[in-house]
């Protein structure tokens, strides 16, 4: 079985610019997280779609991230424009169905690097 | 608000040794806890989910406990080696107002010496 696919894994971008990251589920996960684990830190939810709804987006600065998630699959997470403390690892999860007992499996993140 | 802290930040331990990990949470309305490997420069490793009726799971040299009354988690390692060095979150669902996400702890970096 094929794990949670991000793209891409490394990125270096000047402030001010924009930049979007991609995640694929693993087939059949109706639920999928993206979260932000900055240097030291452990990962914090950014926002957690059921199928192609928004379930919590509290924590997401909506000033200059947005997310989709088109037909319940893929998802994309976009920052613009960025600053120098969005430099982090973003990370995409995705369960089966329920969202309150199911294992999270994840990705391996793509690192920003913000200057 | 549902904290989650792990204690200790850092531990290095020679090859071998028995060891302990500590994760504590405040809330201990949670649904399940899942402790996590993070190697240098790469995603999360599930390692063992604990539902909230369990008190304990054991996958090879590891075995998880919970205690929610006490809002407590161990994450024994039996026999450790310097393959297990790396950084270890735990993380819980549940709580008031929880949707399902994960809220993590700090973690705690392992570093086996051979």
């Known amino acids: 079985e094929a794990g949670v696919a991000q793209s891409p894994r490394y990125k270096i971008i000047e402030k001010r610019q924009s930049v979007a990251f991609w995640c694929n589920p693993i087939?059949?996960?109706?639920?999928l997280y993206w979260y932000q684990q900055i240097l030291g830190q452990g990962p914090k939810l950014l926002i957690q779609?059921?199928?192609?709804?928004?379930?919590?987006d509290s924590q997401l600065p909506k000033d200059r991230f947005s997310a989709e998630r088109l037909k319940g699959v893929d998802s994309t997470l976009k920052i613009q424009p960025a600053k120098l403390e969005d430099s982090a690892v973003y990370l995409c999860?995705?369960?089966?169905?329920?969202?309150?007992?199911?294992?999270?499996?994840f990705g391996p993140g793509t690192r920003l690097t913000v200057l | 608000k549902q904290e989650v802290t792990q204690i200790p930040a850092a531990l290095s331990v020679p090859e071998g040794e028995n060891l302990v990990l500590n994760c504590s949470f405040t809330?201990?309305?949670?649904?399940?806890l899942q402790w996590f490997r993070q190697d240098p420069g790469k995603g999360l490793t599930s390692l063992l989910l604990?539902?909230?009726?369990?008190r304990e799971q054991t996958s090879g040299r590891l075995n998880a406990s919970l205690d929610k009354s006490s809002g407590r988690s161990t994450l024994y390692i039996a026999a450790s080696q310097p393959g297990d060095s790396a950084t270890y979150l735990c993380?819980?669902?549940?709580?008031?107002?929880?949707?399902?996400?994960?809220?993590f702890g700090q973690g705690t970096t392992l570093q086996v010496k051979p």
């Open positions: 999860a995705s369960t089966l169905g329920g969202r309150t007992y199911n294992e999270q499996f």
């Open positions: 087939s059949g996960h109706a639920t």
């Open positions: 779609f059921q199928n192609n709804g928004v379930v919590d």
């Open positions: 809330d201990s309305a949670i649904y399940n």
């Open positions: 604990i539902q909230s009726s369990q």
């Open positions: 993380a819980v669902t549940g709580g008031s107002s929880n949707t399902g996400k994960l809220i």
